[in-house]
């Protein structure tokens, strides 16, 4: 009788566990296809979009990494679809082990297509559950030549954009994650800004901003671009120029943060932001007066950062974008601020408070 | 250190357990009362309150935790006789009623979370079937097995939400959706406190049962202690919430907290790069362990030997089983707790408050009456 009762046991647990383990999901990788990165390009025909899929390539072991040439390493499928879904089950049709989504690593697509696009391109893959949003959505003048573009540095299945953009290596802390886009999408008063991927000779450029302004994304200026870091405290180092008494030098590894107040008033919206950064003299300041010099230095910076930020301000009220996401802090504040009102009843103040950290050691 | 300090707790509960057989500590008190109230906290709340009350919906939390706080301070101690005792049953046993409702619709939700987040081409019966039948093989192993695992499991669950909720601290970027808006207008807000009343129906019961297992009376501190450690975990899930997403993205997602934790990323490791795996198990235990502990409770409710205890249990895993499998949806179960549970689970609340003041009217005049009349 006890024998029996814990052979029933037995049976019972181990039925448990099969099922406890979601055996349904569970696919060995030789039988997957994990998608690395999607690129979406405009297409000739009406409602039509090219997607490119890359893939990893499984058979690349870590014993024939040395054997294997660097174009073999990723492969990639290339179909015609209406959207990401209709694209998905093509590229099915082609590939003979089940497609993954759960490692995309770049969603990138083209600046040429239209907002609505990007739109519903990250409302299916929020709402389809099978993507996984912590991937990076970028924008490019050419989506396929970016997804399949491999650095030289990079080893199968690292995708270099994507290391690039997670690394925290690169000056400005860049938008872009996958769940954030789509938050800022159905989110008012924030326009969603990606970076904007320039492919050259086999390695990528990160310089530039995309804003998903409608009708069509609008690309803002390298200049501008670094005053939007300043504003947002998204920069993590830079390095200005300066000429003192003709000696040109260098201030560098600059860094600090951004402090936005806004004050409604009546009709027009008020704000305020106190930036305090600091940096290091690469090199010395030599002279009778080196604390005076010191400070014409700081005030020469302070004034390369404010034509910056001025440059983000004048581009934000030309192109008519938000991607500071200033206009979302006024609803938060204000329930009754309308986010539609653009910036015609903004007045923008900036204080910018730069010190030297310290000067550079002459060894 | 932590699997020492687990090993502790642990062994702190095998004692107590073993050397004061009925008595539980009262840090037992603590634990039983987050696994009761944690389960039903983890789904359906963030997004329907703040779909009402929008960015001041921390202040209907702050009203729901009062309001809990208050009742549990009004339950007598010690437990009272009489016709009172009667009327203490009687609500224990509708609680323990609504409570159960509550569990099978949370049982869907997770169910359904589930399979939309991480098991998309695994049949729901088979997240479900073997969920319930673990935790009815549990309950039945031992009658003091639900309390061991509540206080194993709930000090690690609650280790483990720190841990999601300190790595998920880098997403929280938008501070300014964390405090009221400008316009704080009352009936949303009431609206949202409504929304959390099903959260507050296994509180009352759940402090006065476990209060006849413990060694000795817990005093108003412990009691409002296990009170507050649930609402503290579902208030900080709902800043890592809010301060990720804003009040607008949150409306757009049935799982917001799911959604907002699955988001965290640990790029710099090289062994953990996702962390929606500890959320599976984090909500598959919290949902599990509340399921264990209400079956215990209704035990403690009314005594019945072992075999009337394996048919009850039988019976109850079964509806919850079937009531999880029949609701097709999470939209059908986020409806029927919204417009059926919830008002009843208010409607109790607002009787138990009165039933508590009643009492302690009561008790107090005949604590006069009993007094010496030089005394008065």
């Known amino acids: 009788m006890r024998k029996k009762r814990g052979k029933l046991r037995a049976i019972g647990l181990c039925l448990l566990a099969l099922s406890l383990s979601g055996c349904w999901d569970q696919h060995p990788v030789e039988m997957r296809a994990a998608v690395a990165a999607i690129g979406i390009d405009p297409a000739p025909g009406v409602g039509q979009a090219n997607y490119t899929f890359t893939f990893p390539n499984v058979t690349t072991t870590a014993a024939s990494l040395a054997t294997t040439p660097q174009s073999q390493e990723f492969y990639a499928i290339h179909v015609t679809a209406p959207n990401l879904l209709s694209a998905l089950l093509s590229a099915q049709r082609r590939e003979s082990r089940t497609l993954y989504l759960g490692q995309v690593r770049i969603v990138c697509l083209s600046s040429a297509l239209p907002t609505r696009i990007w739109r519903s391109t990250l409302m299916t893959m929020a709402d389809s559950g099978r993507f996984v949003l912590t991937t990076w959505i970028v924008g490019a003048p050419n989506a396929a030549a970016v997804v399949s573009l491999i650095p030289p540095v990079e080893v199968v299945p690292e995708v270099g954009l994507y290391n690039a953009l997670t690394c925290r290596c690169q000056g400005i802390r860049w938008p872009g994650r996958g769940w954030r886009v789509w938050s800022e999408i159905v989110t008012p008063g924030i326009t969603p800004s990606v970076v904007w991927v320039h492919p050259h000779q086999g390695q990528f450029t990160l310089t530039r901003l995309l804003v998903l302004r409608s009708p069509y994304p609008v690309s803002w200026s390298p200049e501008a671009t670094i005053g939007w870091s300043y504003l947002t405290g998204r920069l993590l180092r830079d390095n200005i120029s300066v000429t003192l008494d003709h000696t040109p030098l260098v201030v560098g590894l600059i860094r600090g943060r951004s402090h936005l107040a806004i004050h409604h008033r009546q009709s027009t919206i008020a704000a305020s932001v106190h930036l305090d950064y600091s940096g290091v003299i690469l090199g010395n300041v030599s002279g009778s007066d080196a604390i005076g010099l010191d400070r014409q230095v700081e005030r020469q910076v302070a004034n390369r950062i404010q034509s910056y930020v001025q440059a983000a301000w004048l581009e934000a009220q030309r192109t008519d974008t938000d991607p500071m996401g200033w206009h979302r802090s006024a609803i938060w504040s204000d329930a009754a601020w309308a986010s539609d009102r653009g910036w015609s009843h903004w007045s923008l103040t900036c204080w910018v408070h730069f010190t030297l950290r310290e000067e550079g050691v002459l060894r | ?376």
Not at chain 2, 20 to 44: D, E, Q
């Open chain 2, 1 to 376: 250190m932590v699997f020492n300090l687990l090993g502790s707790f642990y062994a702190q509960g095998r004692r107590s357990l073993a050397l004061k057989s009925p008595g539980l500590t009262r840090t037992a008190l603590l634990w039983i009362t987050t696994a009761s109230v944690l389960g039903s906290g983890l789904f359906v709340w963030p997004l329907h309150v703040v779909l009402v009350a929008g960015q001041n919906a921390d202040i209907a939390l702050v009203l729901a935790l009062v309001w809990t706080v208050v009742l549990t301070l009004l339950i007598p101690s010690p437990q009272p006789s009489g016709i009172w005792h009667s009327a203490t049953r009687i609500l224990d046993g509708v609680a323990l009623i609504v409570t159960g409702a509550i569990d099978a619709v949370m049982l869907n939700q997770l169910a359904a979370m589930l399979q939309t987040f991480f098991y998309f081409d695994t049949p729901r019966a088979a997240l479900i079937l073997p969920l319930t039948a673990i935790v009815g093989l549990a309950v039945n192993r031992a009658p003091q097995t639900a309390w061991r695992m509540a206080m194993l499991w709930v000090p690690i669950l609650i280790f483990g939400t720190a841990f999601i909720l300190l790595l998920a601290v880098v997403n929280v970027t938008h501070l300014r959706p964390l405090a009221p808006n400008d316009q704080i207008l009352l009936m949303p807000i009431f609206q949202g406190v409504g929304i959390l009343a099903y959260i507050g129906v296994p509180i009352g019961t759940t402090i006065r049962l476990v209060a006849r297992k413990l060694a000795s009376e817990p005093t108003p501190a412990w009691r409002v202690t296990a009170i507050v450690i649930p609402w503290v975990m579902l208030a900080m899930l709902y800043a890592a919430v809010m301060g990720s997403l804003g009040p607008q993205a949150l409306t757009h997602l049935r799982w917001p907290v799911v959604f907002a934790l699955d988001h965290v990323t640990l790029d710099s490791t090289f062994f953990l790069s996702r962390i929606g795996i500890v959320v599976v198990f984090s909500w598959t235990l919290g949902v599990a362990l509340s399921l264990m502990v209400h079956i215990r409770l209704g035990f403690t409710w009314r005594p019945m030997g072992r075999l009337t205890r394996l048919a009850v249990t039988t019976l109850v895993v079964g509806i919850w089983a079937i009531a999880a499998l029949v609701m097709s949806s999470p939209q059908t179960s986020t409806r029927l707790l919204l417009h059926i549970i919830d008002p009843t689970a208010r409607f109790y609340l607002i009787a138990e408050l009165c039933a508590m003041l009643a009492l302690r009217g009561f008790s107090a005049v005949q604590h006069r009456a009993h007094l010496p009349a030089a005394n008065r």
